[in-house]
T-cell receptor, first 113, second 115 residues
Framework: SQKIEQNSEALNIQEGKTATLTCNYT??????LQWYRQDPGRGPVFLLL?????KEKRKERLKVTFDTTLKQSLFHITASQPADSATYLC????????????FGTGTRLQVTL | DVKVTQSSRYLVKRTGEKVFLECVQD?????MFWYRQDPGLGLRLIYF???????EKGDIPEGYSVSREKKERFSLILESASTNQTSMYLC??????????????FGPGTRLTVT
């Protein structure tokens, strides 16, 4: 069956360090992969999209990698801050048109002083 | 800024009631989506619409129906609410460029409790 795995355990890191979150998938060949941030009681907010032919994408302190051989995406936040504390969701397009996304359950990041 | 609004943040309904959840987007997006989010299960797609009056079932459509009479508005209907439909409901929209849709913009969510 199709599966997207994100670490369900919270990731606790110290301010200033790099946070790395993992998204693994099986039985998909997604054309796109997206990352979203969700704060408690709010809807997810789009962060980054990476295509299957892109190895890496950056936006300010964020970096996403996409390894279609390993079926894995890594999401990095450099110089992390307490304001980065949130749940981060990865989402895959399995249709090739990005019309419908399948979301992982998310990983909660806690950045402490 | 894209804005997706949902009619209620919190809603309490009784078992058997008919429930309407409304979603409006202001960016002329072609696609609109309804998800529910439950702890440990993540976001699950209920229905999606790619055009006015057009809809497709998502992963968990049972017990729900939808209506899209205008491009900016997408309604989710619970014909006869049940306690297992207690959840956070999220609406989203996305644009289409060429034949590809891109990032989704979410509303703030409606926390529905069915008693």
């Amino acid at each position: 069956s199709q599966k997207i795995e994100q670490n369900s355990e919270a990731l606790n890191i110290q301010e200033g360090k790099t946070a790395t979150l993992t998204c693994n998938y099986t039985n998909y060949s997604p054309a796109y992969l997206q990352w979203y941030r969700q704060d408690p009681g709010r809807g997810p907010v789009f962060l980054l999209l990476i295509r299957e032919n892109e190895k890496e994408k950056r936006k300010e302190r964020l970096k996403v990698t996409f390894d279609t051989t390993l079926k894995q995406s890594l999401f990095h936040i450099t110089a992390s801050q307490p304001a980065d504390s949130a749940t981060y969701l990865c989402a895959l397009d399995i249709t090739g048109t990005a019309s419908k996304l399948t979301f992982g359950t998310g990983t909660r990041l806690q950045v402490t002083l | 800024d894209v804005k997706v609004t949902q009619s209620s943040r919190y809603l309490v309904k009784r078992t058997g009631e008919k429930v309407f959840l409304e979603c409006v987007q202001d960016m002329d997006h072609e696609n609109m989506f309804w998800y529910r989010q439950d702890p440990g299960l993540g976001l699950r797609l209920i229905y999606f619409s790619y055009d006015v009056k057009m809809k497709e079932k998502g992963d968990i459509p049972e017990g729900y129906s939808v209506s899209r009479e205008k491009k900016e508005r997408f309604s989710l209907i619970l014909e006869s609410a049940s306690t297992n439909q207690t959840s956070m409901y999220l609406c989203a929209s996305s644009s289409v460029r060429g034949r590809v849709s891109y990032e989704q913009y979410f509303g703030p969510g409606t926390r529905l409790t069915v008693t």
